[in-house]
């Protein structure tokens, strides 16, 4: 944006992907974040994918993120964890990293595999485990923005409050990546990850004034990209956080590993201070309509 454009919102918040421990991560950092005074909750847009789904929908329904510090697994939900199916992943990544491959047909083709292997047990546990989860199950007033694909077309879906969802629902639509977890029926459609529309979906905060990206998955990705993502939206205002070297230690490499939930909520939560000075002069309120120079 150039010197004179007109925001159409001042602060946004964007959540990305990160399977369970990047739930875990993200949970600790923004609980830790609210002790020191930082309220991302108070983001005029917050945008939710996968595991930034989970948390974007406790965020913005005020929940208490200290009650997940220890648990791998949300009370009221009686079946074990689902086990990751490593083929059937290693299949999806496999159709994403084909060179040159049109991205709605890979969307298309991961679909295909997804609706393959869909299992309405595996769904019921997914919604109820969600539900549990996060806590609450009425949108909240704040603007929030839930990605999922559709399984059959592989068309973007992007959710609010008018959409006539219900929230549970779309958290575990947006955060249902096959092989981890089955597709899940929305309005008579079955729906996967918002991942696969695109990462973290930052281009959907487009003409926020000050724009902040929590990325789970950054030290995976070259730093460059990590950058240009948020960049492309043209706030005036970017701060971009991904896990930092304690907390990459602590992830390791799988990301689905129950065990370790605890110590990496803590790592998230050690993390925050050091965010939290990166965020306070970018984190206040400008009156609406101001414009914004670049």
């Known amino acids: 944006m150039t010197q004179g454009t007109r925001y159409t919102q001042d602060r946004a918040l964007v959540l990305g992907p990160g399977g369970v421990l990047g739930t875990a991560w993200m949970a600790g950092l923004i609980g830790g974040l609210l002790r ?3 309220d991302l909750g108070e983001a005029d847009l917050t945008v939710g994918t ?4 989970i948390v974007g929908a406790m965020l913005t329904t ?3 993120f200290g009650r997940l510090a220890t648990r791998a697994r949300p009370s009221g939900t009686a079946a074990a964890p689902r086990a990751v ?10 159709v994403l990293g084909e060179p040159g491959l ?5 969307r298309r083709r991961v679909g295909r595999i997804a609706l393959d292997h869909a299992d309405p047990d595996a769904e019921h546990a997914l919604v109820a485990g969600r539900g549990a989860l996060i806590g609450a199950d009425a949108w909240p007033q ?6 999922a694909v559709d399984a059959g077309t592989g068309e973007p879906a992007v959710w609010d409050r008018t ?4 929230l549970v629902r779309a958290v575990a639509a947006s955060s249902a990546f096959p092989g981890a977890e089955p597709p899940v029926a929305v309005q008579g459609r079955r729906y996967m990850d918002g991942a696969l529309r695109s990462g973290s979906n930052v281009d959907l905060a487009a003409g926020s004034r000050t724009l902040v990206v929590i990325e789970p998955l950054a030290h995976r990705f070259p730093r460059e990209r990590f950058e240009r993502e948020p ?10 956080i991904g896990p930092d070297p304690d907390a990459v230690r602590v992830l390791g490499s799988d990301w689905d590993d129950r065990a370790k939930w605890t110590p990496v909520y803590r790592a998230g939560l050690a993390q925050a201070g050091a965010a939290a000075e990166r965020l306070r002069p970018v984190w206040q309120t400008v009156p609406a309509g101001a414009s914004g120079d670049i």
């Open 36 to 38: 020191t005074g930082v």
């Open 50 to 53: 996968s595991a930034g789904a």
């Open 62 to 64: 005020g929940q208490d």
């Open 85 to 94: 199916d490593g083929a059937l992943t290693g299949s999806v990544f496999a």
């Open 102 to 106: 049109d991205p709605g047909e890979a």
């Open 142 to 147: 704040q603007r929030l923005l839930l990605t």
């Open 163 to 166: 959409s006539g969802v219900p």
């Open 231 to 240: 960049a492309v939206v043209g706030a005036q205002n970017v701060v971009a």
